[in-house]
């Protein structure tokens, strides 16, 4: 077999591979952003406040932050798609407990757990793509992969807008059903890495040696500049996506289905913003991300000063609003590669994910808090836009820092191999 044919059938599963990964992740958010649409029945079945429910919330998003940080380095280690099939199977089957519960605290304890086991998928996914991605090809994946998430946000919100008017439990019976199937396909058919072929490199940091991982990330202060403004963008991201269908369920039903183009605008944003890096800046991704945030503070800052009554204008500035709002993450990923290097995929992704769940959980209250106090759930959009300007500024931090090139931090393992 030549050359050129042997490029062919690798370039042909790299894709099949990407595919996979992103059909199995399609379904993984009807495992979490059902709660929010559940909320209000939850509420009165279980006698509780709105602010207990935002707890149970809360607990989930630090379950997820929390697990990342583990997950994302045992992801290096592990093989990604048993991470991945059991997170899955494991939040299906969190859902479907919580569905047959009557127990605030029960539920909340479930819900947390299930946190834990949703974050067993991302790195694990960003592990699979980087190992048979190259890196002049990465923006592309990392934007295909993170629309997949995108659009499993629309599948949930469809899900949830035709179950909400029926009980509660059925949002956490009847989509984990597609997930966890998803999850099973995807184990049958899905490959870790290419088991031959030299153009896309797959170092894994030597077994055991744990702590290294955490020291190189830890120690990259372009890194953790990346890690503070992807918080911000996690919390800007989730303002939008936990208030949005409060805001227009305060409307009318008719209302509702312009929440649906939130994560439209979202899956569209990712995919374009992997492209926009790659092509328009030249795999730029700090002026792609600084450039998407700022056009979200434009955005949602348009949504608050000027409120609008003709659902299509509506419709679109919100639309824009998830895409500005989300596509910029598309680009955050392939940046755990390039700053830390190949072997560190995992860790570097579970990281900056930590610190985006811990942003978007410290977020929620935060809002909830806005909106008690004004009386206007329209103050979501106006905290948006200053979450969105700081996230912007911040990734423009990393210009100001100098550190040692990606491709080091491979390097600093082997030598510090052949030292021992």
């Avoid at 997170?87 to 834990?116: E, H, K, Q």
């Avoid at 918080?231 to 305060?250: D, E, H, K, N, T």
């Avoid at 979202?266 to 002026?287: C, E, K, N, Q, V």
């Avoid at 989300?326 to 995929?345: C, K, R, T």
Wanted: net charge positive.
């Amino acid at each position: 077999m030549n050359n050129t044919t042997s490029e062919q059938l690798h370039n042909r599963q790299r894709w099949k591979m990407l595919l996979l990964t992103m059909f199995c992740y399609l379904f993984f958010y009807t495992g979490r952003h059902n709660f929010g649409w559940a909320a209000k029945e939850l509420s009165q079945a279980l006698n509780v406040s709105y602010e207990k429910i935002g707890w149970v919330s809360f607990a989930m998003l630090i379950g997820y932050a929390m697990g990342q940080l583990i997950n994302g380095n045992l992801a290096d280690r592990w093989s990604p798609k048993h991470m991945i099939t059991a997170g899955g199977l494991l939040s299906a089957t969190a859902n479907i407990l919580i569905s047959f519960s009557d127990s605030f605290t029960m539920i909340l304890v479930l819900w947390t757990f299930n946190g834990y086991f949703q974050s067993m998928a991302w790195a694990s996914g960003s592990r699979i793509i980087a190992n048979w991605w190259p890196p002049q090809r990465r923006g592309l994946a990392y934007g295909m992969y993170t629309m997949a998430a995108g659009t499993s946000s629309i599948i949930t919100y469809l899900f949830s807008i035709l179950l909400v008017q029926d009980s509660w439990r059925n949002l956490f019976r009847i989509p984990v059903l597609f997930m966890a199937g998803a999850c099973l396909l995807f184990f049958l058919l899905v490959k870790n890495k290419p088991e031959h072929h030299t153009h896309t490199a797959t170092a894994k940091p030597a077994k055991g040696d744990w702590k290294q991982s955490y020291r190189v990330a830890l120690a990259n202060k372009r890194f953790l500049i990346v890690c503070l403004s992807i918080g911000f963008q996690s919390m800007a991201r989730y303002g939008l996506v936990f208030w949005i269908p409060l805001y227009f369920l305060s409307k009318s039903n008719t209302d509702v289905w312009i929440s649906l183009l939130l994560p439209i605008g979202m899956a569209t944003g990712a995919i374009s913003f992997g492209y926009i890096s790659d092509r328009l800046f030249r795999s730029d991704r700090i002026r792609s991300i600084a450039l998407g945030m700022s056009l979200c503070a434009a955005v949602s800052l348009v949504l608050y000063l000027f409120p609008m009554h003709q659902p299509f204008l509506i419709g679109g500035f919100v639309f824009m609003a998830g895409f500005f709002a989300y596509g910029p993450q598309a680009n955050f990923w392939p940046l755990s590669p390039e700053l830390l290097g190949q072997a560190y995929v995992g860790t570097g992704t579970g990281i900056m994910n930590m610190c985006a769940y811990f942003f978007a959980a410290l977020g929620e209250p935060l809002m909830g808090k806005l909106i008690d106090h004004t009386g206007n759930k329209g103050i979501i959009f106006l905290t948006v836009a200053i979450i969105a300007v700081l996230s912007a500024v911040t990734i423009l931090l990393t210009r100001l820092i100098k550190t040692t090139p990606a491709t080091e931090a491979p390097i600093i393992q082997t030598l510090e191999t052949i030292n021992t």
